[in-house]
Structure formats: structure tokens, C-alpha cells
């Protein structure tokens, strides 16, 4: 319910007007589901009005008798009235026109007036302004108030008593008006089809009449019947109404119908075939990444898995996604040895001085001093260019075999008594040796493929030179084009592939809609509809199913639809475009161009070219007392009695519209006051024609929200499947997801099929099982003078528990117990130690899959620290993970140290980043989009890399030098509001419900804390670094997503300095 408006002090009293309208005084409650006009009235002050009278005019005819307000008179607020009419429902769609005169003492002092359009279900409001009085029958037209003013009040001449041209007149604009009478036997101007059927055949638009009977409605000719407006009942494409912007004509909105709906939240993501248009879509789909469509899916990182080659990554810089290198991938990779010596291929061919001594190319310190360092007598090299010979350097020149020395000329091939080695450049190629055409080319020969020795100086590899190298395959490390290997075909060797690489990759969702450049344009028959190559189900039926229809917007040539039969797709017809269209009341004298030129007998009687009862008068004449051809009861009343369909006129005094003959009238459309059932028109597809809509009527109306549930005699076959999400018949989130969308934890329904329980959803399941007894924490600094009852210091070093008595959190506000648990610097070699990460083990656990795996105990304490250290006689990196194993359980005091994951393999360029916080999945956990299995460690991490990244690694073996796995990025923290410039000090995750401090924490959330404030996702107020945080996460991935909220406020607890900011925490068990 809602009331009218109180923006007019004014009140007229309530008045019931007959069962045709209603008017309400403005205080009057006014339902939303009726068809209401709501006219406020101001006027000049100093009038000194005490009543208004309202006329409300229907095609051109008083609705009912004026109604005057209020009775008994009374002075009018000076700030204007109001007043509320109540139509029946078929008048929705209808345009009026309302005039109003002010009065006092019976004394007309103000006339005004305006028009409006009905609308279903909706109170429109017309703003009316009275300015000088409109006395009728005074020879003066004003216009805007009156039709006609022929100086009488007198009805039955034309213009009647209240200035209205009457039924079957036309009048002229003159002061006084002239008017004219239907049946003279011409069709006059400011006569048409409506006004004067019997002489009249066509309506012409812009003549300001609005005729319906010819078709004239708000959508084909708004020029006289003013503009379409939401809600008339015509769904008009060329105004520019849609199932979008206006259900209330045009039906209900539905994905897949060709428009991008954003009202109905469609979007590249929810409504891919309406919305997804290729990158900048603002949607990361099919083959888009961070590479080819960062703007899509954000930006790119070496660790993301994709070798971007935009973003200069390759198999040196970035074999993480790009794979690892080797000799011959045209990347001269120094960080892994290469150069010109070891690989030519790559770092070109070695010259002296190139700052690399090459053996191989016959390079010593004799040759190439400027590589190898200088030489001198005694070096093993006779080096005449320095002018060392026999004489004055025996021990390098001079030859004697065996004399226990191996000198210059001699090698393991001529004096295996004095050598143990050949030596390259001595012109011997000494196989013994290992010297061959690639290891010495100098003595033995440029090496070549087919010489039997695989030379990967010279690029040869299983690719380049099989004959030598032998045959390879996918994730030998050698991408192989020979061998059909690419980015697609093979990842571990090529790195992974994206849009733009050259390869059409259809593994990966590209075809030549998503991705032209690699696949080829889009063609008509690719079996990929394509919006973005205008392919359409009228241009290219074979991609694209379903049939091409009258409003949808496509003009479909193929199914006959032109600027005739369907104006509102083929936009632009009028007299002249080819089309001799009867809609538009062309015929052979309107519109000679396209219908052809006329004759006498053609049974159109066109004057324009003279044709009369006399010259014609088988086309004109009436009057003979025969029925002749060419007249019926519309043209010649006094001698035909019926109409014929087919005649070329439509009479409607002989029951002809364009339903019952549409070859005289024209195709029925809606809008034109025929419910037309043989066009398909009912209730629901045009209530302005066929008024009523409801259920029961036989029809299934999407339009007015009738579906399966809410109207089974109309719309039978209901069941789960067919899109409606039906609750009466029992259909859920959880017994009918593909009708009822979006089951989770938390909406209310325990649903054992998405494996809910009390433990994985204990908001819907009933109450969680599992408790724990507190956390873990750690502060950034060593703490003095904390204030917490005994606990008045400690350091960085420490962990402490926070728990009983007393513990509690939020909303109800934080409180507990802490005290020391744990103290990391007494096992360090120099007495001090900083806990940078920490995880308190809660179940005996395996990790690893092969090689080297490591059991960890519940009790287990894993670790990292701030700097390198030496704890319990373990040298540990500032990056490892160890695991402290107490002697005995629960005694932290003693115990031995292991390292589990070694750094170098954990973090990404682990010298110069740093690993900041970690946890470990203890048991596997489902998460909205990925389910991680025991044995996961998540971490983040600081330095140059870039800090947004949550990973997940996952090892396959540990241990220091031993450590191997995969990682990845499990979400971008951006969108989750944790501050950008540094990553998280804590986290946990909880793989199972768990009830702590009387709160009910489900699984699958996250426990953070940050080092610097925040506001995260759906918080009202900052996160502190003294504070820790649980994240509900909805995403995961590059476009995450997530609802936080405050667990534990550290200052409640006396957590209030920078010191003691949290540096790791996690649940004890």
C-alpha cells in the first residue's frame, strides 16, 4: 500500500464517482495494484476559488459528466489541490486528457488542462496549471482546452456543449470553427479511417488524430498519439523498450535472449551468451588470463602459472611457468651457467675476449690470455707466441716420454705413463680422453649432426638432432616443433599457452570467436555462435539455434520480415522504400511509387486524380440503388447492407478489423484495439487489446510472473529442471539446485547431497561437535611493562596461549587468560630468536607423497623465524618451515628440531623474499571452488614479488635440499581488503567446525592477521595488528571474494602497543 503524495496542503473531500472513476482526498490510501490518475492542480493566488471541475476526456469523448470538487464549496488552498481518479484495468494503456476550471461562485475565473497515459498497476501523476478562463460557445478557441468553439453550446452540429468535436465531424481551427460532417461522400481533411470509415480508407500519421483502427498507436505513430511510456501495454523495439528496460510490455527478462540486461544483475559471468564479448568484458572466461587480458583478470606474476612473454617471462627469468630452460631454447640463460662456451646456440658463438676461457675452442692462457689469465714457463703449455721454446722452457717444450711429466705434445693418448688427461689444442683428439668434435673442435673437428655425438654447444638436442641425441618426448624439457610440441600440446616443455601465442588452443576453451588472432576469424558454420562477427539466428542459423521472430529486435529478411510486416526490427518504411504495405494504408492513389498507378475500376477511388461518382463511377458511384463493385456498407450505406472481405476497404460498420479480414485492414498487431487470437494476441502477449490477464485463463503469461508453481492450470508440467524454483511443491537450494541457485552453509537448509553436516555447517546442521581451547600468538618485539596480569613481559621469541578462564570473542567482546608456552631463543645458539610463523599441529599426519616424507605428531609445534638461526644444533634459513617435536607431550621445554620444508623450493626468489605467515592443512577442506588436501602449507610472503598472493604448496617430498611440490596462487588478497602493501603476519584455517570461546567458527574460514591496519571485505570498522580476523571466502583465485568480520580485539585484552603486534597465531586444540 502507499498513499498519494502530501506535497499540496489542500483536501477535497472522498467522493465515489459511479463505479467508472474514483477521486480521493490526498490523505486517502491509494492501492499499488490499480489502474489511478493523481491530478494536482495549482493556479494563480488572489482567485479566490472554492470549487475545480474536472473533465476527463477518452478519445475524444467525455470519460462520464464533469465531477465537481469539493461539495459544498469551500476556499481553496492557495498552494493548489489534488485529486485521485481509479480507472478499471483495461484503461491501462489508454491515453487522456483532463481539463480543469477553477471556480468561484459559480463564476468560471481559470481553465487549464493536460494529458497523460494509463499505466497497469501504477499512479501516474498529472501536473495541471490553470491560466485564463475557456468559456465554450464564445467563438474563441483556446487551444490545448478545446477541440472546437463554433459559438453554441448546442450539441448535434458538430461541436458539442462541451467543445468537443463530435462522433463523425471534423472541425477546423477557426475562431469561430467550421465543422464538417462524415458522410458527404469525400474523404475532407482532418477525415480518416476513424472519423469517417464510410468515406475514409486510411489514417495518415501526423495528422493529430491517433486513430487505432488504422493500425496508429504510441509505437507506430507517436506523432499523434504521443510517446510510449513503460507500462501501455506495447512493447515498442523502435522506442527502444526491451525485456530490460520494460518488463511490464515487454515480458520477462531471461538469459540467452540476445541483451545484456544489466537491471537483472546479467553480466559476462552469469549471462555469458547475452553479456561475454571477449576481454574487457570485465569477466575472466575461456582462454582470457593475466597475460593476454590482465585487465579482465588482473595482473600477471611469475608463479601464476602462465609464462606471459608480454610481461618479459621465460624459461630464465620466469621456469616457474615457463618450464626450465636448456641449451638451444633461444634463451641465453647466465643464471643457469650458459654462455657463449657452453651454449652457442643460445649466447652465440665464443671469441676471444668474451670474458669465458673455452676449452673447446682451443682457448687457453696461451691462446687467449685475456679469458684464461696469463701464462708462464712451468703452465703444461709451450706457448711460442709468448716465445717459449725447448730451450728456454724445457718443462713445457720439451718431450720425453716417460719422464714423469706430462709437457707440451704429450697426453693421455701419446704418453699414458706421464698423463692422466688429454689436452685440447695440442692437435691430438685424444678419445681415451673424452675428446670429440664437441668437447674439442680444435683437435678433432667441427662437430656436426650425425657424427654420433650429441653437441648441446651447438644447439644439438633429441629436437635438432636425433640422430645423435635420440628420440625425446613431452617433459624431456625440450619443446619440439618437429615433434608437433607447442604451448598447448606441451606445457612442461613449452611453457602454458594463452590468446595471442600463436596456437589455437582448444583445450583451453579458444576458438576463433574468443581468440581470431591464434584460430582464424569466425566463420558462419564454425559451430561457435559469435555476436562480435554480427552472427545471429537470422544471419547464421546453423551457429546459432533457435528461430528469428518479429521483435526481437534482428530484421530477419529470411522469415519475411521487412519495413512492412515487422516496422519495429526493420525500422525506416514510408511511401517510396519499395513495399506497397496496406498496413501503413498504401494503395494505388496514397502511394502510386510503390502500389503502382491506379485506373478507373480498380476499385480505389483516388481523387487526387480526378476520379468521381461521375468520371468513375466504378469505383465512386453511390446511390444507384444497386450494390455495385467496389461499394459496401461502408461506402455506399443506402445501397449495400454488408462489407466483403477482400475489397480493398476495410469496414468496420460491416465487422471488418484487422483481425476478421486482414486483407482489406491490415495484419492485426497489438495495440490496435482487436484481441486478435488467430496472431496469437491474449492477455498476456497484448493486455492493451485483450484486457484481464489472470490466472486460469488458459494461458501461461512469463509477462505477469505465472510460472508452473504459482499457476499449474495454466502453465502444467512443473518439476525440478525446468527453471522455476518452486517452493510450494518442496523445491530448495538443496533438493533442486539447478532451479533454486546459490545453497550454502548458512541459508538454512542442512544438505547432505553438498556434504553439509554438524561439523562442515553446523549454522544449518545443528551444533558443531568439535571444540578448542584457544590460540597461539606471537608478537613482532620483545614486550616490557604489558600491564596483562601476570604476564608483565616476554619476547619475540615466545609463543604464548591465549584461553580459560574467561575466554570469549567477538561480537560480545574479547577476553581470557595468557600466559607463556613456549620459548624459541632458549634453543637458539645465540640466546635470541624472533617466531615469524607458527602452527600448532593438531593430528598425526603424513607429508608427502614420494622420496623423502616426514611424519608430524599432534603437539607438534612448526616454526619459521625472522633471521637465520641455529636452533637445537640445526643451522635453519629465515624462509624454512621446522617442526619442533617435544620430548614428551605437552613439555615445550625440551625436544629436537627438524627441518620440513626448505625454503629455497618454498618461496618464489627466496634470497630476497621473505616468508611471512603459514598453516597447514591438517585434513582436506573445501573451499568455494577448490578442495585442498591434507598436507597443503598456505603462505604469504614479502619483498620485490608481488605481496597481494595467498599460495598453496603442495609437496610431493621434504626436507633440507629434498624439498620438491607444486605451488600455486590460491587468491588474490586484494579484494578481500587486506592492504596491498603488506601480506598477513598470522593465519589459520579451519578444515572442520570448531566451537571456541562459545562461538561456532564452520569450516573452511580463514583466521588472518595483518601488519598493518585495514579495512577488509564487509567490515565497518579497521583491523588492527593487534587483532585477528575470520574471512568467509565466496571465491577464490585471481578475482577472490569474501565477507570479513572481527574475532578477537586484541586491546581488550591489553594488546595495544606496536611491540605487541601479532606475528603468528593459530588454534589450540
Known amino acids: 500500500m502507499r498513499t498519494a503524495k502530501k506535497s499540496f496542503k489542500g483536501r477535497l473531500a472522498l467522493t465515489i464517482l459511479a463505479g467508472l472513476l474514483a477521486a480521493a482526498c490526498q490523505d486517502a490510501p491509494v492501492r499499488d495494484d490499480v489502474v489511478g490518475l493523481q491530478v494536482e492542480v495549482t493556479y494563480a493566488a488572489g482567485l479566490s476559488l472554492d470549487r475545480l471541475r474536472f473533465l476527463v476526456i477518452h478519445d475524444r469523448a467525455a470519460y462520464r459528466d464533469p465531477v465537481e470538487r469539493p461539495d459544498p464549496p469551500r476556499p481553496l488552498s492557495s498552494t493548489g489541490e489534488q485529486l485521485v481518479f481509479v480507472f478499471p484495468d483495461e484503461m491501462a494503456g489508454q491515453d487522456v486528457t483532463v481539463r480543469v476550471d477553477g471556480l468561484a461562485s459559480d463564476a468560471l475565473k481559470a481553465s487549464g488542462a493536460g494529458s497523460t497515459r494509463l499505466q497497469a498497476n501504477r499512479l501516474v501523476v498529472l501536473k495541471v496549471s490553470l491560466g485564463d478562463p475557456a468559456r465554450c460557445g464564445d467563438q474563441a478557441l483556446a487551444a490545448t482546452l478545446e477541440e472546437c468553439d463554433d459559438g453554441d453550446a448546442e450539441p448535434g452540429d458538430g461541436c458539442s456543449a462541451l467543445c468537443l468535436v463530435e462522433e463523425g465531424w471534423h472541425c477546423d481551427q477557426g475562431s469561430p470553427t467550421t465543422c464538417f460532417h462524415c458522410g458527404d461522400g469525400n474523404c475532407d481533411a482532418g477525415e480518416d479511417l476513424c472519423n469517417c470509415p464510410g468515406e475514409c480508407n486510411t489514417t495518415v500519421c501526423g495528422d493529430g488524430s491517433c486513430c487505432l483502427r488504422g493500425g496508429e498507436n504510441a509505437c507506430s505513430c507517436p506523432q499523434d498519439c504521443q510517446e510510449g511510456l513503460c507500462g501501455d501495454g506495447l512493447c515498442c523495439v523502435s522506442a527502444g523498450e526491451n525485456t530490460c528496460d520494460c518488463q511490464l510490455d515487454c515480458g520477462m527478462e531471461v538469459c540467452g535472449n540476445g541483451m545484456c540486461c544489466s537491471k537483472s544483475n546479467e553480466t559476462a559471468t552469469s549471462c555469458r551468451g547475452d553479456c561475454a564479448f571477449g576481454c574487457g568484458d570485465g569477466a575472466c572466461l575461456d582462454a582470457e588470463n593475466t597475460c593476454s587480458c590482465p585487465g579482465d583478470c588482473g595482473a600477471g606474476e611469475c608463479g601464476d602459472g602462465i609464462c606471459c612473454t608480454e610481461n618479459q617471462e621465460d624459461r630464465c627469468t620466469c621456469p616457474d611457468d615457463c618450464g626450465q630452460g636448456s641449451c638451444g631454447d633461444g634463451v641465453c640463460c647466465t643464471a643457469t651457467g650458459e654462455n657463449p662456451c657452453s651454449c652457442s646456440k643460445d649466447c652465440g658463438a665464443s671469441a676471444c675476449p668474451d670474458g669465458t676461457c673455452c676449452a673447446e675452442g682451443a682457448e687457453n692462457r696461451c691462446t687467449c690470455p685475456a679469458d684464461c689469465g696469463a701464462g708462464d714457463c712451468g703452465d703444461s703449455i709451450c706457448c711460442a707466441i709468448a716465445g717459449e721454446n725447448e730451450a728456454n722452457c724445457a718443462p713445457d717444450c720439451k718431450a720425453v716420454c716417460p719422464d714423469g711429466h706430462c709437457t707440451t705434445g704429450e697426453d693421455l693418448c701419446s704418453c699414458p705413463q706421464d698423463c692422466l688427461a688429454a689436452s685440447c689444442g695440442d692437435g691430438s683428439c685424444c678419445a681415451a680422453a673424452g675428446e670429440n668434435p664437441c668437447s674439442c673442435s680444435h683437435d678433432c673437428g667441427v662437430s656436426s649432426c650425425g657424427d654420433g655425438v650429441c653437441c648441446t654447444a651447438l644447439g644439438e638436442d633429441r629436437c635438432a638432432c636425433p640422430q645423435d641425441c635420440g628420440a625425446g618426448s613431452c ?595
Open 475 to 1069: 617433459g624431456d624439457g625440450v619443446c619440439c616443433a618437429a615433434d608437433d610440441e607447442n604451448r598447448c600440446t606441451c606445457e612442461t616443455d613449452c611453457g602454458g599457452g594463452s590468446c595471442g601465442d600463436g596456437v589455437c588452443c582448444a583445450r583451453t576453451g579458444e576458438n576463433p570467436c574468443g581468440c581470431p588472432g591464434d584460430c582464424g576469424a569466425p566463420s558462419c558454420g564454425d559451430q561457435d555462435c559469435c555476436p562480435q562477427a554480427n552472427e545471429n539466428v537470422c544471419s547464421c542459423p546453423a551457429d546459432c539455434p533457435g528461430t528469428s521472430t518479429c521483435g526481437d529486435g534482428v530484421c530477419c529478411a529470411a522469415t519475411g520480415e521487412n519495413k512492412c510486416t515487422c516496422p519495429g526490427d526493420c525500422p525506416g518504411g514510408d511511401c517510396g522504400d519499395g513495399l506497397c504495405c496496406r498496413i501503413r494504408g498504401e494503395d494505388v492513389c496514397t502511394c502510386p511509387r510503390d502500389c503502382g498507378e491506379g485506373t478507373c475500376g480498380d476499385r480505389v477511388c483516388c481523387a487526387p486524380v480526378g476520379e468521381d461518382g461521375t468520371s468513375c463511377p466504378q469505383d465512386c458511384g453511390c446511390g444507384n440503388g444497386s450494390c455495385d463493385a467496389g461499394e459496401d456498407v461502408c461506402n455506399c450505406a443506402q445501397d449495400c447492407s454488408g462489407a466483403t472481405c477482400g475489397d480493398n476497404r476495410c469496414c468496420s460498420a460491416g465487422s471488418e478489423n484487422p483481425c476478421a479480414c486482414p486483407a482489406d485492414c491490415g495484419t492485426s498487431l497489438c495495440g490496435d484495439g482487436v484481441c486478435c487470437e488467430a496472431t496469437s494476441e491474449n492477455p498476456c502477449t497484448c493486455p492493451g487489446d485483450c484486457p484481464g490477464a489472470r490466472c486460469g485463463d488458459g494461458t501461461c503469461c512469463a509477462a505477469t510472473s505465472e510460472d508452473a508453481c504459482n499457476c499449474p492450470v495454466d502453465c502444467p508440467g512443473g518439476s525440478c529442471g525446468d527453471g522455476t524454483c518452486c517452493v510450494a511443491t518442496g523445491e530448495n537450494t538443496c533438493t533442486c539446485p539447478g532451479d533454486c541457485p546459490g545453497g550454502r552453509c548458512g541459508d538454512g537448509i542442512c544438505c547432505a547431497t553438498a556434504n553439509e553436516d554438524p561439523t562442515s555447517c553446523p549454522d544449518d546442521c545443528g551444533a558443531c561437535p568439535n571444540t578448542a581451547s584457544g590460540f597461539w600468538l606471537s608478537t613482532s618485539a620483545d614486550v616490557s611493562g604489558s600491564g596483562i596480569g601476570g604476564l608483565p613481559s616476554w619476547n619475540a621469541g615466545d609463543a604464548l596461549v591465549l584461553g580459560d578462564p574467561n575466554l570469549a570473542l567477538e561480537p560480545g567482546g574479547s577476553a581470557g587468560t595468557l600466559s607463556r608456552a613456549f620459548q624459541l631463543s632458549s634453543f637458539a645458539a645465540d640466546g635470541s630468536a624472533n617466531i615469524d610463523g607458527l602452527h600448532r599441529v593438531g593430528r598425526d599426519l603424513t607429508l608427502g607423497t614420494s622420496g623423502a616424507t616426514v611424519e608430524v605428531k599432534a603437539g607438534d609445534l612448526l616454526l619459521s623465524t625472522q633471521d637465520a638461526e641455529t636452533l637445537g644444533g640445526i643451522a635453519v634459513n629465515f624462509n624454512d618451515v621446522v617442526r619442533f617435536h617435544p620430548a614428551a607431550p605437552g613439555d615445550y621445554t625440551t625436544g629436537d628440531f627438524t627441518v620440513l620444508f626448505d625454503g629455497a623450493a618454498l618461496v618464489i626468489s627466496p634470497t630476497s623474499n621473505n616468508l611471512t605467515a603459514f598453516t597447514l592443512v591438517e585434513r582436506e577442506v573445501t573451499l568455494p571452488d577448490i578442495t585442498l588436501p591434507a598436507g597443503t602449507l598456505l603462505f604469504s610472503q614479502n619483498g620485490p614479488v608481488p605481496r597481494k598472493n595467498l599460495y598453496m604448496y603442495i609437496p610431493t617430498s621434504l626436507g633440507p635440499g629434498t624439498t620438491q611440490g607444486s605451488r600455486t596462487v590460491l587468491l588474490n588478497m586484494i579484494p578481500l581488503g587486506i592492504p596491498s602493501s603488506n601480506p598477513l603476519s598470522g593465519l589459520d584455517i579451519l578444515e572442520e567446525c570448531v566451537v571456541i570461546g562459545d562461538e561456532i567458527l564452520p569450516a573452511g574460514r580463514l583466521l588472518v592477521s595483518v601488519p598493518v591496519s585495514g579495512r577488509l571485505s564487509g567490515m565497518s570498522e579497521d583491523v588492527l595488528p593487534h587483532d585477528v580476523a575470520e574471512i568467509m571466502l565466496t571465491a577464490t583465485g585471481t578475482a577472490a571474494s569474501g565477507t570479513a568480520r572481527l574475532l578477537l580485539r586484541g586491546a581488550d585484552l591489553g594488546l595495544d602497543n606496536p611491540a605487541e603486534s601479532l606475528d603468528a597465531l593459530s588454534i589450540q586444540p
